[in-house]
T-cell receptor, first 116, second 118 residues
Framework: AQKITQTQPGMFVQEKEAVTLDCTYD???????LFWYKQPSSGEMIFLIY??????QNATEGRYSLNFQKARKSANLVISASQLGDSAMYFC?????????????FGTGTRLTIIP | GAVVSQHPSWVICKSGTSVKIECRSL??????MFWYRQFPKQSLMLMAT?????????EQGVEKDKFLINHASLTLSTLTVTSAHPEDSSFYIC??????????????FGPGTRLLVL
């Protein structure tokens, strides 16, 4: 079974500062995928970034980067230069294997609030 | 690319009625679709996985006869909540994954459907 833990229920960050959202995981699968999604108040799930368990380099997508530490089983999301529009719920998720067409297990989420 | 739509976005119904929610992949073929349920201030919980042309696989604790899932084509999956009751009120969200370069890496989510059963 796979498990995702997000220990920060809420975070407040000053605009333009960087923010790190924590995510740890547990799985017995030899290969897996890690994902971060953003959910604004409208409810839609917006894909942010993906990291495969065998990827050597940390994934980056614009202002988002994933700090993948396999030995520690952590996959923290780093948002650089935060913006007001970044205020939302953020979910870390994982799937078995390295493909997104497997079912996702989600963490409990972190509510990020950007302060002007 | 990789757009998934859901219809309706909002539905209010009386207790005992059935409600059908559609999930469509608009620009790619979705070999697999997933249905999630999200209660207020909680995370997404997977209800079932549907593959085109075959029966859905339900997660433990999800009633198959209450939540009917049909994946009739590579672009459409439907979730029917039969004999809905107030406790079925929730946010239902689908996701789709399939062929295509980018879609292999992740699932793309629909905008969700808010169901309120009175």
């Amino acid at each position: 079974a796979q498990k995702i833990t997000q220990t920060q229920p809420g975070m407040f960050v000053q605009e333009k500062e960087a923010v790190t959202l924590d995510c740890t995981y547990d799985t017995s699968d030899p290969s897996y995928g890690l994902f971060w999604y953003k959910q604004p108040s409208s409810g839609e799930m917006i894909f942010l970034i993906y990291q495969g368990s065998y990827d050597q380099q940390n994934a980056t997508e614009g202002r988002y980067s994933l700090n993948f530490q396999k030995a520690r089983k952590s996959a923290n999301l780093v948002i650089s230069a935060s913006q007001l529009g970044d205020s939302a719920m953020y979910f870390c998720a994982m799937s078995p294997y390295n493909f997104g067409n497997e079912k996702l297990t989600f963490g409990t989420g972190t509510r990020l609030t950007i302060i002007p | 690319g990789a757009v998934v739509s859901q219809h309706p976005s909002w539905v209010i119904c009386k207790s005992g009625t059935s409600v059908k929610i559609e999930c469509r992949s608009l620009d790619f073929q979705a070999t697999t679709m997933f249905w999630y349920r999200q209660f207020p201030k909680q995370s997404l919980m997977l209800m079932a996985t549907s593959n085109e042309g075959s029966k859905a696989t339900y997660e433990q604790g999800v009633e198959k006869d209450k939540f009917l899932i049909n994946h009739a084509s590579l672009t459409l999956s439907t979730l029917t909540v039969t004999s809905a009751h107030p406790e079925d009120s929730s946010f239902y969200i689908c996701s789709a994954a399939g062929t295509g370069a980018r879609s292999q890496e992740t699932q793309y989510f629909g905008p969700g459907t808010r169901l309120l059963v009175l």
